[in-house]
């Protein structure tokens, strides 16, 4: 009733329609089997710089255009004033894309680098209660009471302090 398809092939970068036995196509086989694109992404502050990659990223690589990502179309406007020199420094680092690179062309998603941004962010920090405070005092009068048979005063010191840290979390 239902007819399998061989999905792999036709979503692969090898599966591009070529002719049989063209040298683009073994060209092409050859760079998707050894050529490391997370290399390229990796590498990408350090070809354009760390401001330019907060905002720009190497999406894809397709009929001898990297595709580069981009937050704004103002950075995309600055990489491709910077277009040449840039593909000098890419085939430079990166001596298999010399072929494979011809053109550099931009997309612009700024949504892409808000949700990278926001999932890198750390939380914000919640503030320290002041020593002052009346809370924080009960605590602490709690705790020494609670560890005035511990003989030792760092130590003792230690588990006042987490008594007061756990007891702040809750």
Same mark, same amino acid.
């Given at each position: 009733?239902?007819?399998?398809?061989?999905?792999?092939?036709?979503?692969?970068?090898?599966?591009?329609?070529?002719?049989?036995?063209?040298?683009?196509?073994?060209?092409?086989?050859? !760079?998707?089997?050894?050529?490391?694109?997370? &290399?390229?992404?990796? /590498?990408? @502050?350090?070809?354009?710089?760390? =401001?330019?990659?907060?905002?720009?990223?190497?999406?894809?690589?397709?009929?001898?255009?990297?595709?580069?990502?981009?937050?704004?179309?103002?950075?995309?406007?600055?990489?491709?004033?910077?277009?040449?020199?840039?593909?000098?420094?890419?085939?430079?680092?990166?001596?298999?894309?010399?072929?494979?690179?011809?053109?550099?062309?931009?997309?612009?998603?700024?949504?892409? !680098?808000?949700?990278?941004?926001?999932?890198? &962010?750390?939380?914000? /920090?919640? @503030?320290?209660?002041?020593?002052? =405070?009346?809370?924080?005092?009960?605590?602490?009068?709690?705790?020494?009471?609670?560890?005035?048979?511990?003989?030792?005063?760092?130590?003792?010191?230690?588990?006042?302090?987490?008594?007061?840290?756990?007891?702040?979390?809750?």
């Amino acid at each position: 009733m239902w007819k399998k398809l061989a999905l792999e092939a036709t979503f692969s970068p090898t599966a591009r329609r070529f002719a049989p036995g063209d040298q683009a196509a073994e060209e092409w086989r050859e !760079f998707v089997q050894t050529f490391d694109f997370f &290399a390229l992404i990796r /590498a990408w @502050p350090e070809l354009v710089g760390k =401001d330019l990659a907060g905002h720009s990223t190497p999406l894809r690589l397709r009929q001898k255009t990297l595709f580069i990502l981009t937050r704004h179309p103002t950075i995309s406007d600055t990489l491709n004033w910077m277009s040449v020199p840039l593909r000098q420094k890419i085939v430079q680092k990166f001596p298999a894309l010399a072929p494979m690179v011809e053109r550099i062309a931009f997309e612009t998603n700024e949504s892409f !680098f808000i949700e990278r941004h926001s999932k890198v &962010a750390p939380p914000p /920090a919640k @503030p320290l209660p002041h020593p002052m =405070d009346p809370r924080q005092r009960r605590l602490r009068t709690e705790a020494e009471a609670l560890f005035a048979n511990v003989e030792d005063a760092n130590e003792r010191a230690r588990w006042i302090s987490l008594y007061v840290q756990s007891s702040q979390a809750e």
